[in-house]
């Protein structure tokens, strides 16, 4: 199993689902990562949220405007996704922290088909 997203001291269960969280510089850069990622069927849903992030960068404080991107995914996509994300990413160091979540039946359902290469439009 990969090391992608690992809980205590054993990688998350290879069936169940997995919030997965970056921030990006700006909502158009957010946006472009939540699509591309979705086109890919690496995520099943990416919630876009502004943000002020405070840290400590190469020895001085910072305070940066960003956008977080809550992302759903399952335990399979996990190194996809991270793989893809650092791809895409316009930092060099970007945040990566996953965990597994337990979801209620019909979202989870719904989450798993949607990761699947040939998952179908939702109905109207």
């Known amino acids: 199993m990969s090391a992608a997203c690992w809980i205590g001291l054993s990688v998350i269960e290879a069936s169940g689902l997995v919030l997965a969280l970056t921030t990006e510089a700006n909502a158009e850069r957010a946006q472009q990562l939540a699509e591309a990622l979705l086109e890919r069927h690496l995520v099943a849903c990416v919630s876009i949220h502004p943000v002020q992030s405070f840290y400590r960068w190469e020895g001085a404080l910072q305070a940066s405007h960003e956008v977080q991107l809550l992302m759903k995914t399952s335990a399979q996509h996990v190194a996809a996704l991270r793989s893809a994300v650092s791809e895409l990413h316009s930092y060099d160091t970007p945040e990566w922290l996953c965990w597994p979540v337990t979801a209620s ?20």
Request: charged content about 10%.
């Open 105 to 124: 039946p019909a979202y989870g359902a719904w989450a798993i088909a949607e990761l699947s290469s040939d998952a179908s439009p939702p109905a109207a």
